[in-house]
Each structure stands twice: as structure tokens, then as C-alpha cells.
T-cell receptor, first 114, second 112 residues
Framework: KAGVTQTPRYLIKTRGQQVTLSCSPISGHRSVSWYQQTPGQGLQFLFEYFSETQRNKGNFPGRFSGRQFSNSRSEMNVSTLELGDSALYLC?????????????FGPGTRLTVL | GNSVTQMEGPVTLSEEAFLTINCTYTATGYPSLFWYVQYPGEGLQLLLKATKADDKGSNKGFEATYRKETTSFHLEKGSVQVSDSAVYFCALRTNTGNQFYFGTGTSLTVIP
């Protein structure tokens, strides 16, 4: 089985721009979660989608949004980028709707905001 | 609320030394506990897990025991190798949803 894939792997944007990141989960997985990883804050949970519905949401401003498509692929959008949004964005998928299974992580998208 | 606290790094050890990375948690209900490892330039990989009190997770020589009485899940390895150099994350998942809570990570460097 192919693993979780994320595109693009690297992005450079300037302040005020917006960006869209993509995540393709493992085939058959219906849950996709997004995390922001920074050296100072560690991994912070952004949101989780299951069957095209947002099921959980972390404490991030409304500039961060996401969606999930019928094939379980997910996108994350950040509008009006700020310098502090520079981070590694990780996507993770799992199979179970009940949350009983582990999460499998993608390699991440490294976003740099200048 | 739910949270995970793990020991600050970085940790530097000589090859074949004993490793302990402390992890304690706060959670409502009965969480599952995990250790993930992140090698340079890669995403996180599950190292081991435990789903109930007194369970011991083990993999690749690493072990951790779910201690409900001390709300801990310390990671141990008897003899580390250079290839174990990575960042280790302790995490919990509550039994009522699919949200994970991660510690801030502990960087381990093993020198020959």
C-alpha cells in the first residue's frame, strides 16, 4: 500500500498570500488530520476530517481552513499568510471512524513565509 | 483537559548507553498512549503503543509501559545505536474521539 503523500513538499510564499496544501491518505483511510510542527511549539493539532466532515478542530484562527473530498483526499488552506505560519505541516490518516487505530503520517510540507 | 509532557532535550548519549525519555500525561477517560519517532526530513512513524493500563508496548528494542497510577509512559531502550538518532514524540488519543495530543518532542543524538 502506498503511504500518505503530501504535495508540495516545499513552498515559499510572502506575507499576505494564501496557500493550499494537499494530502492523499492511505487507500481506504477515511480520517485525515492536519498538524502544524514548529521548533518552539512541537506538533499542534489543526483539524480532522472524516467522510468529508470536519470532526475535530484545534485552536487556530479562521485563516486556517480545510476540506475533504469524496475520495478522502484533503486540502488545507491558509489565507493572509503571516511570518509565524512558517512551519512543517503534517497530514496523518487513519482507517477507523472510532479513532481506535493509529495515525500514519506523511512526510510533510515545509512552508516558508518571507 | 488533555495534554502530554515529555522531558526536554536534546539528549546526547554514547552508543550502547541506556535510554530513558520521560513522558507523563493528563487525560479524561482512558486514553491510548503512543510513541512516535521522526527521522530527519521525514514524517512521524509509530514506534509503539499501549491501549490500556499495564500494557507494555515494544518495538525495535524500545519499550514503554502504560502506568495509570503515575500517568506515565516512559520510553526506554537498553542499548542505543547511532541509527536511533531522531526526535521522539509521546502522544495520547482519548477514547472518545480521534484527536491526538502530542508532547513537544525530545531530540536524541547517539554518538559512536
Amino acid at each position: 500500500k502506498a503511504g500518505v503523500t503530501q504535495t508540495p513538499r516545499y513552498l515559499i510564499k510572502t506575507r499576505g498570500q494564501q496557500v493550499t496544501l494537499s494530502c492523499s491518505p492511505i487507500s481506504g483511510h477515511r480520517s485525515v488530520s492536519w498538524y502544524q510542527q514548529t521548533p518552539g511549539q512541537g506538533l499542534q493539532f489543526l483539524f480532522e476530517y472524516f467522510s468529508e466532515t470536519q470532526r475535530n478542530k484545534g485552536n487556530f484562527p479562521g485563516r486556517f481552513s480545510g476540506r475533504q473530498f469524496s475520495n478522502s483526499r484533503s486540502e488545507m488552506n491558509v489565507s493572509t499568510l503571516e511570518l509565524g505560519d512558517s512551519a512543517l505541516y503534517l497530514c496523518a490518516s487513519s482507517s477507523s471512524g472510532t479513532g481506535l487505530n493509529e495515525q500514519f503520517f506523511g512526510p510533510g510540507t515545509r512552508l516558508t513565509v518571507l | 483537559g488533555n495534554s502530554v509532557t515529555q522531558m526536554e532535550g536534546p539528549v546526547t548519549l554514547s552508543e550502547e548507553a541506556f535510554l530513558t525519555i520521560n513522558c507523563t500525561y493528563t487525560a479524561t477517560g482512558y486514553p491510548s498512549l503512543f510513541w512516535y519517532v521522526q527521522y530527519p526530513g521525514e514524517g512521524l512513524q509509530l514506534l509503539l503503543k499501549a491501549t490500556k493500563a499495564d500494557d507494555k508496548g515494544s518495538n525495535k528494542g524500545f519499550e514503554a509501559t502504560y502506568r495509570k497510577e503515575t500517568t506515565s509512559f516512559h520510553l526506554e531502550k537498553g542499548s542505543v545505536q547511532v541509527s536511533d538518532s531522531a526526535v521522539y514524540f509521546c502522544a495520547l488519543r482519548t477514547n472518545t474521539g480521534n484527536q491526538f495530543y502530542f508532547g513537544t518532542g525530545t531530540s536524541l543524538t547517539v554518538i559512536p
